[in-house]
């Protein structure tokens, strides 16, 4: 291998140190993002237990104590949710307020999980440019060696050509494994900004529900009727009755029949007057 390095000339040394700066781009990048590498779904439970007991201090010492961009990214809010309740803000500040904290800081966690993967992808794309420069500069030198010699054998230009190949080989095999590792670091990083992301919205979604539980509900008010609604009096019993009398719903008395004048008597027959 170093014999071949060696006869690939300058150019195979420049190709060996930018695959060397690759290899160690990738052992840091996937040191690093193994480290920040947590379960987010259990992060927020603790969270929301917390939040639930209305200990805000003690949801911002769990986010503290864990590593990585996650929680980072709620401990961010939750200082926020902090702040703009103790100066008095409404609910939908408040809201407003942890969202705009948590996305500035998002453009952090990015920068952070993307460091280095530009020189990464420099590497890639620069190495088969070195390979070609090498097989460039081999081509010249078989020719040279011919123009020198005056005919062209094999042996004139078999060096120049075995330097070219040589360069060429290189920039591809170290183009092809930094483009893949770029590839997988910046698979990864997206799936980190989705977390952040996700993490984010259940945040807020149950910063508000935890509100919403320790805020005592307004007791409904029973409608009261007015007094033009009020019920109608009732009409005033009936006076009491006299002892004695008769009730007033009772019959009336028949009225009572006065008897049939009675036949007129008998003319008494007088006795005859005599003569």
Known sequence: MLELIIHGGWAMWVIVGCSIFAVAISLERWQTLRKIDIDSEELLDKV????????????????NETP???????????????????IGKKPEEIEQGIVDAMEEHSAHVV???ERNLTALATVASM??????????????????????????????????????????AGGLVVAAIATAMY?????????????????????????????????PAVPS???????????????AAAAPRPAGAAPAT?????????????????????????G
Do not use: D, W
């Open 48 to 63: 929301s237990r917390a939040l639930e007991k209305n200990n805000v201090s003690g949801a911002i010492a769990i986010c």
């Open 68 to 86: 990585g961009p996650v929680a980072e990214t709620l401990g961010i809010g939750l200082r926020k949710l902090t702040f703009l309740e103790k």
């Open 111 to 113: 920068s952070f999980l």
């Open 127 to 168: 190495a088969p440019i070195l390979g070609m420069m090498g097989t460039v500069i081999g081509m010249i030198k078989s020719f040279g060696n011919v123009s020198r010699m005056g005919n062209m054998t094999p042996a004139a230009v078999a060096g120049g050509i075995s330097e070219a190949l040589v360069c060429t």
């Open 183 to 215: 590839n997988y670091f910046t698979t990864r990083v997206n799936r980190f900004v989705l977390q952040v992301q996700a993490a984010g919205t259940a945040l807020v979604e149950r910063v508000l529900h935890a509100q919403s539980q320790t805020t």
């Open 221 to 235: 008010v029973a409608k009261v009727a007015s007094p033009a609604q009020a019920q109608a009096p009732r009409p």
């Open 250 to 274: 009772a019959t009336a008395a028949p009225k009572r029949v006065a008897p049939a004048n009675p036949p007129a008597a008998a003319a008494t027959p007088r006795p005859a007057t005599e």
